[in-house]
């Protein structure tokens, strides 16, 4: 019975972790977060009451609570962080702050207490790596110009990456996992219309709800692979189970290869799907897609990546893992998920 600390608990990969957890396994989870939006159903749930440990803070001040939980879970899970391209541009030292800084006394701690650390890393360390996939073990990571700020998230995750790499040398038991454009329900908040202020399917999600117009950066030629976050949380439960101790020590990219798309081509698929929906079919039929620069949606700091396809090779093999969600199907999942919540989205014309 393993006892998981999650911290950021409430996150997207936070709260879909808690609730598989919860569902397939005798498991406790320990979990800290800011807020409960996303884990209230789980906090009710009477049948988890006795598993689901939930404290209300945040890790750059309950200081202490972080430390006493790593000691005394078995595995910890940071997932705290800024990841939005937006706030990169246009607040870097915040995204230091908390993804590199905050996090770093967590990663001490569970050296310090012999824990099995999972960690998040990050499609974004490859930066702009020219490698038609990229492997965890063998790809230059490549970043732009330090006038780019863009890159300030890419270069935090990989100075975690090499420290805990280092801490590894040392005998602490780690896994870096790096998620490649996980979508799914909760990812951000469909009800913030600010451009940028969301990852790229939810904004478009937002957009179409709203029948606003899908702004495409660059002509929206810039691909990736997208991973169906029931997908992604099959390998992290694998990770954490660590049977045998297979995941000790490793690096995973966990995405689906299948599913590498362009924006553009991801707009047009939402734009699609969505008229078969009662509830979608108005704001979609008001939506055209327009185009515009990074510079004007992003700032002077941004820099963007062609193409990031995951090497998975690895994963799949020592976890006994592999993606199987369709891209179309992944889509579908989030329709129906917001089905719910169209009127309160928008409202935000209002």
């Keep these: 019975m393993k006892k998981v600390l ?7 990969i936070g709260h879909h972790l808690s609730k598989r957890i919860l569902e397939t396994t005798d498991w406790h989870v320990y979990g800290m977060d800011m807020n409960t939006d996303r884990i209230t159903d789980l906090l009710e749930n009477e049948s988890y009451k006795s ?21 005394k879970c078995d ?3 940071p997932l705290v962080a800024i990841a939005t391209p937006s706030t990169y541009v246009k607040a870097p030292l915040r995204v230091f702050e908390l993804d590199f800084e905050a996090n770093l006394p967590i990663v001490r701690s569970a050296a310090k207490y012999g824990k099995h650390l999972v960690f998040p890393s990050t499609s974004e360390v490859y930066g702009m790596c020219h490698d038609e996939e990229f492997d ?3 790809s230059e990571l490549i970043c732009g110009p330090i006038n780019k700020p863009r890159w300030i998230y890419s ?27 996980w979508i799914g329900a909760g990812l951000d908040s ?5 451009e940028g202020s969301s990852r790229v399917v939810t904004q478009f999600f937002g957009h179409i709800v709203r029948g606003e117009n899908i702004s495409l950066v660059d002509g929206g030629h ?35 290869p299948v599913n590498n798309y362009s924006i553009r081509e991801l707009a047009d698929m939402m734009l699609k799907l969505a008229p078969q929906y009662p509830e979608y079919a108005d704001g979609a039929a008001k939506v055209q897609i327009v185009e515009t620069t990074s510079g004007a949606y992003y700032g002077a700091g941004y820099q963007d990546v062609k193409n990031r396809v995951p090497k998975i090779t ?33 409202k935000l014309m209002d």
């Design 136 to 138: 965890p073990e063998n």
């Design 222 to 256: 810039q691909k990736r692979a997208f991973t169906d976050i029931d997908d992604g949380i099959d390998a992290l439960m694998k990770i954490i189970e660590n049977k045998n101790g297979a995941a000790t020590g490793k690096i995973y990219n966990i995405g689906n």
């Design 314 to 346: 690895n994963t799949c093999e020592e976890l006994g893992w592999k993606p199987t969600t369709t891209m179309a199907d992944a889509l579908k999942k989030i329709f129906d998920a917001y089905r719910s919540q169209v009127a309160e989205a928008q």
């Design 75 to 77: 595995v910890i899970l």
């Design 51 to 71: 598993r689901m440990h939930f404290f209300e803070g945040d890790i750059t001040i309950n200081k202490e609570w972080v430390e006493y939980h790593v000691k």
């Design 190 to 194: 469909i009800h913030t219309p600010k």
């Design 155 to 181: 270069n935090a995750k990989q100075l975690m990456d090499r420290v805990i790499w280092g801490y590894g040398m040392e005998g602490l038991n780690f896994t870096l996992f790096r998620p490649f454009n």
């Design 6 to 12: 999650i911290l950021g608990v409430n996150g997207f």
